[in-house]
């Protein structure tokens, strides 16, 4: 389900939504979700400072919490 999220919002932003790759990992009981976009769509998706990104972490950490779950999102 988190990946869903993150793969809904990131398509949302960027100009080329097909080149938008989301996967999701295990590992010490935490869910990594692995963010991939085209070069050209990364300030999209990182923001000015980073807000975006730190926006969509957000939204993420708060759909896990109620969930009980430990997930991080990275953006490649």
Do not use: W
Not at 16 to 23: A, F, K, L, Q
Not at 33 to 60: C, N
Request: a negative charge; aromatic letters at 0%; proline letters at 3%.
């Amino acid at each position: 389900m988190m990946k869903e999220l993150v793969e809904v919002m990131a398509k949302a932003l960027v100009e080329h939504p097909e080149e938008v790759t989301v996967t999701e990992t295990e590992k010490d009981g935490e869910t990594i979700i692995e963010l991939k976009v085209a070069p050209s769509d990364m300030g999209k998706v990182i923001g000015k400072q980073g807000r975006i990104a730190k926006a969509i972490r957000s939204v993420v950490k708060a759909a896990a919490a109620k969930d009980d779950k430990k997930v991080a999102v990275e953006i490649e």
